[in-house]
């Protein structure tokens, strides 16, 4: 069974940095790409970032492009998104996710397109 468990939110200054876990298990890990979705507040979804299987290739939403990383490790079966200069519009809550299917083109950015989520973790940016 799919488990994707996501760790490291929290608190954090305008400025300031955070990185976000995902620990995951249930399916070959390193055969999928990997997604971070995030949702603020009394808004939709909003698709963050995505990093294919092997980490050859990743892409971001331009809200957080220059500012996110993501990056994966394959034997810990673990995928990163490390949040730098972080914005009080960054505060939402931050979801792990799976792509439907092993893919090597141009990372999906719908998340229709992901079968499986985390809980969540949560991000609050203040000051």
């Known amino acids: 069974q799919v488990h994707l468990v996501e760790s490291g939110g929290g608190l954090a200054k305008p400025g300031g940095s955070l990185r976000l876990s995902c620990a995951a298990s249930?399916?070959?890990?390193?055969?999928?790409?990997m997604g971070w979705a995030r949702q603020a507040p009394g808004k939709g979804l909003e698709w963050v970032s995505g990093?294919?299987?092997?980490?050859?290739?990743?892409d971001y939403a331009d809200s957080v492009k220059g500012r996110f990383t993501i990056f994966r490790d394959n034997a810990k079966n673990t995928v990163f998104l490390q949040m730098d200069n972080l914005k009080p519009e960054d505060t939402a809550l931050y979801y792990c996710?799976?792509?439907?299917?092993?893919?090597?083109?141009?990372?999906?950015?719908?998340?229709?397109?992901?079968?499986?989520w985390g809980q969540g973790t949560q991000v609050t940016v203040s000051s």
């Open positions: 249930g399916f070959t890990f390193s055969s999928y790409v």
């Open positions: 996710m799976k792509l439907d299917r092993v893919w090597g083109g141009l990372i999906p950015t719908r998340m229709t397109e992901y079968d499986y």
């Open positions: 990093i294919l299987s092997d980490g050859s290739r990743t």
